[in-house]
């Protein structure tokens, strides 16, 4: 007996669970059955997305993973190789035996389907990158729309700069968590209107610390890998940054990349104790401080990107 026209509307129409990274990617869990999954991605344009190979003694027993793209445009990354599916295109891994990117050339939306459930383990991840990114708004008020904002400037500073597209997904969250230690600052000195002492400014100082421990607390490999830039984001080229004093090539480049694109933002948005600068002041003041404060490198992909 064929099921009723109401039933396979209710199929239709609703998708088991949602969740969204803003900016980043949507997914919906549209089907699970005999240990297999549907699940539905939106991916945004210029966000990255990834397949990771499984951490086991015998790979060639992981799971058949296939991605059917409905809409847009994607680019597939798998270390020197590259390729591009349009609408109706698919691509099939058994097993995923190395990291897989993709990237939105355009707002895509396709189709992962896997022959293991992994909606639950995807969604608590992303669960928790949400958890995250929205503790740091309830926090900071200032970082409101910020972290969205550093990973969308970052992100083409990153492209520009033609760094691989596994570091393009490393600096994707990164940048998006940066100020994620900022948790553990307390909220007199995140919002003291005056200039902090030298004992709040060395506690200030290591919310780049905290962002780090509480990446690796995750568990996650793709915010393990964020952790580092999280770490060394207030890095200057010169040593005179914090908290390790690195300079140059010591500097992770999607850190020095988020150092870069972060002080454009604080600069250019009204703070606690000042009003913001004009475009024009930030950017002639990122130009003086190139080769000092900021990489050079950067600064120049910077200008272009602006």
């Not at 209107?193 to 200030?204: A, C, F, H, K, Q």
């Not at 988020?258 to 604080?266: F, G, L, P």
């Not at 000042?274 to 992909?301: C, F, M, N, W």
């Amino acid at each position: 007996m064929h099921p009723s026209f109401d039933t396979m509307s209710m199929f239709k129409n609703r998708s088991l669970f949602t969740v969204t990274i803003d900016g980043i990617v949507e997914a919906s869990l549209l089907a699970s059955g005999d240990d297999t999954e549907v699940i539905y991605h939106r991916l945004s344009a210029g966000a990255y997305w990834t397949l990771e190979p499984e951490s086991q003694e015998n790979p060639a027993n992981g799971p058949l993973e296939t991605i059917y793209l409905t809409a847009g445009r994607l680019t597939v990354f798998s270390d020197s190789e590259e390729l591009t599916l349009t609408e109706g295109d698919h691509i099939s891994f058994h097993p995923v035996s190395r990291q897989i990117v993709f990237y939105g050339d355009m707002e895509s939306t396709f189709l992962y389907i896997c022959s293991k459930p992994v909606f639950h383990h995807y969604r608590s991840s992303l669960e928790e990158v949400n958890h995250l990114a929205l503790t740091i708004e309830q926090k900071d008020g200032y970082t409101s729309h910020h972290c969205t904002r550093i990973m969308q400037m970052s992100m083409k500073v990153g492209q520009a700069m033609k760094l691989a597209p596994s570091e393009l997904y490393t600096l994707q969250f990164g940048a998006y968590l940066h100020d994620v230690g900022k948790v553990r600052v307390p909220n007199e000195l995140l919002n003291k209107p005056g200039r902090l002492t030298d004992s709040e400014w060395e506690l200030m100082k290591r919310h780049t610390i905290y962002g780090r421990e509480i990446l690796l607390e995750t568990g996650l490999p793709y915010l393990t890998q964020a952790s580092l830039l999280v770490a060394q984001h207030h890095e200057r080229h010169d040593g005179s940054g914090y908290p390790f004093g690195l300079k140059g090539a010591d500097i992770h480049i999607g850190a020095a990349i988020i150092a870069v694109t972060d002080s454009y933002d604080a600069m250019t948005t009204d703070r606690q104790y000042r009003r913001a600068k004009p475009a024009a002041d930030a950017i002639a003041e990122i130009q003086s401080l190139r080769g000092t404060l900021y990489h050079p490198d950067v600064v120049d992909a910077f200008l272009k990107c602006l």
